[in-house]
T-cell receptor, first 109, second 113 residues
Framework: GIQVEQSPPDLILQEGANSTLRCNFSDSVNNLQWFHQNPWGQLINLFYIPSGTKQNGRLSATTVATERYSLLYISSSQTTDSGVYFCAVVWHGFQKLVFGTGTRLLVSP | DSGVTQTPKHLITATGQRVTLRCSPRSGDLSVYWYQQSLDQGLQFLIQYYNGEERAKGNILERFSAQQFPDLHSELNLSSLELGDSALYFC????????????FGNGTRLTVT
């Protein structure tokens, strides 16, 4: 099956810092999404981005499908950004969303 | 708010019991997915329905079953519960298959004692 690897596994930032999270996948995909799981367990949909670049406030994402990776940029981080960030993909010909192992982010004041 | 509603939010039950988790998809979404997230684990795909029919199956135990009803809501039934079934169970919905984003509910936290 498809492999989805995220890096780094853990990240600690001071408030106001910028960061880049990476997602590598091993095969062609139809769908790629970034999620934020907050400390209460809620899964927040950040981006639907099978290719190209999108921005939403302090967050932006870029997917280079031909090179099989996606990046999530967080600028001017805030304590509320803490949690786990998941990348998830739908493999060509399949219908289920396969999740990466996540990046655990802690933003300290 | 994703528009996907899951009930109950929390469930505490004993080993050997049976529970039913409920999911109402976003208005207009035909596809429903169930995922399990155990403590400190990633999200594992269980099963998918599209317009009432089962379309894909993941690592779902035989003790677990699901269905999608004509009004498109879905239920996940967990029976003969074991301690290891304690997890966060998520439902997600999408408009179509494969090429549309999934929207997740807030999950049902199941604790088996």
């Amino acid at each position: 099956g498809i492999q989805v690897e995220q890096s780094p596994p853990d990240l600690i930032l001071q408030e106001g810092a910028n960061s880049t999270l990476r997602c590598n996948f091993s095969d062609s995909v139809n769908n790629l999404q970034w999620f934020h799981q907050n400390p209460w367990g809620q899964l927040i949909n950040l981006f639907y981005i099978p290719s190209g670049t999108k921005q939403n406030g302090r967050l932006s994402a870029t997917t280079v499908a031909t090179e099989r990776y996606s990046l999530l940029y967080i600028s001017s981080s805030q304590t509320t950004d803490s949690g786990v960030y998941f990348c998830a993909v739908v493999w060509h010909g399949f219908q289920k969303l396969v999740f990466g192992t996540g990046t655990r982010l802690l933003v300290s004041p | 708010d994703s528009g996907v509603t899951q009930t109950p939010k929390h469930l505490i039950t004993a080993t050997g019991q049976r529970v039913t988790l409920r999911c109402s998809p976003r208005s207009g979404d035909l596809s429903v997915y169930w995922y399990q997230q155990s403590l400190d684990q990633g999200l594992q795909f269980l099963i998918q329905y599209y317009n009432g029919e089962e379309r894909a199956k993941g690592n779902i135990l035989e003790r677990f079953s699901a269905q999608q009803f004509p009004d498109l809501h879905s239920e996940l039934n967990l029976s003969s519960l074991e301690l290891g079934d304690s997890a966060l169970y998520f439902c997600a919905s999408s408009v179509a298959l494969g090429n549309s984003p999934l929207h997740f509910g807030n999950g049902t936290r199941l604790t088996v004692t």
